[in-house]
Every structure is written in C-alpha cells, then in structure tokens.
C-alpha cells in the first residue's frame, strides 16, 4: 500500500547545527511538499519539489524520485526553526498522503 | 493575495452536538482539502472536493461530511460529535484537479468537545 515514512521521527539540535531530515515515499510521486509546522499549529510552505533540488536560504531540499526518497536539509539552525517537518506525497495527481513527522527542537 | 481562510478559529461543542467548519480556498482555486489532526499526531486526510463534487475521502465514519459551494468554498460537519474529534481541523487548496501545483493550508479550526 501507499507509504510516506520520515525519519528520525524526534531529533535535538544545538544552536547553529546543521541537520538532515529523509522522507521515503512507496511509490512513483506525482509532486511532493515539505512542511513546516509551527508551535501554534500553522502549516508553512517550505518546498515545493516532485524533483530535483531547491534552496531558500538556511534550507534546502533535494527529492531522487527513482530511488523515492526526499531530504530537507537544515544549516545553521535557529531555535525559531523548531517545530515539525512533514512531507507529503501526492502519487495520481489527487490527494496528498502526510508522512508522521520529524519533531525538531533546537536547544539555544 | 488572499490566503487560504478558515473560521471559526476556535469552537467548543459538547458531546452529541454538530460542528460546522468553513474554508475559503484562494481565489482561482478550486479544489478544496480537509485534514484533522489531533493532538500530537499527524495529519489524516478527510475530503477532496473540487468542482463543486466530492472526489475522494478518507477512512472517516459517515458523520463527516461537507460540500463545495459554487464559489468553491467548503463546509466541513460533524454530527453526533464524539470527545475523540478534539482537533485541529486543517483546510488546503490547490488549483484544479490533477493540476501539477502545491496545497496552501488555512490556520485551522481547533475543535474542543465536552
């Protein structure tokens, strides 16, 4: 069946590290998003990318759709970049499926 | 541009009572999603509508349901409401059906049963 799995699912970083975040899709991706929720629960845009790699800033991201699999990467991290990443994966053009998160929290 | 609108922004129900959610999609959007999430946990697809027709839903008991109104606008109910459906109730839309664009999510409605 269809699986988004994302990893590590709870991560701690110091102040000014740098991470990567993985999501593992089950199946050819129609198109793929990164998310990033904050504290207060609102769903922020951070990459729109079925393929390829894309760069704003601290962040990057980078998804090899043969090989299904996507990675945030986060450099320099500020505390303000806590919360929860999510990926989803849209495989028929239609709905997206949630991967299960990797909660970050960025100690100062 | 006007981003995606939900409203309420909060709402407190007791058990057994209905709630009504609304979304308002960008403009020029016409497919409409809703999500609930509960507490700690992630998100979990509700309904697709787009065009005015429900297309899809997830794995929700029948007293989920909504519409699309002609100016693609969407009401998410829940009837007989049960103290599991606490959560933050999550709108998305996106361009058009099948359309090769991004969900852009409204803040939610935080729904809190009695």
């Known amino acids: 069946g269809i699986q988004v799995e994302q990893s590590p699912p709870d991560l701690i970083l110091q102040e000014g590290a740098n991470s990567t975040l993985r999501c593992n899709f089950s199946d050819s991706v129609n198109n793929l998003q990164w998310f990033h929720q904050n504290p207060w629960g609102q769903l922020i845009n951070l990459f729109y990318i079925p393929s390829g790699t894309k760069q704003n800033g601290r962040l990057s991201a980078t998804t090899v759709a043969t090989e299904r699999y996507s990675l945030l990467y986060i450099s320099s991290s500020q505390t303000t970049d806590s919360g929860v990443y999510f990926c989803?994966?849209?495989?028929?053009?239609?709905?997206?499926?949630f991967g299960t998160g990797t909660s970050l929290t960025v100690i100062p | 541009e006007a981003g995606v609108t939900q409203s309420p922004t909060h709402l407190i129900k007791t058990r057994g009572q209905q709630a009504t959610l609304r979304c308002s999609p960008i403009s020029g959007h016409t497919s409409v999603y809703w999500y609930q999430q509960a507490l700690g946990l992630g998100l979990q697809f509700l309904l697709w509508y787009d065009e005015g027709e429900e297309r899809n839903r997830g794995n929700f008991p029948p007293r989920f349901s909504g519409r699309q109104f002609p100016n693609y606008s969407s009401e998410l109910n829940v009837n007989a409401l049960e103290l599991d459906d606490s959560a933050l109730y999550l709108c998305a839309s996106r361009g058009t059906m099948r359309s090769n664009q991004p969900q852009h999510f409204g803040d939610g409605t935080r729904l809190s049963i009695l």
């Open positions: 989803a994966v849209d495989f028929a053009g239609n709905q997206f499926y």
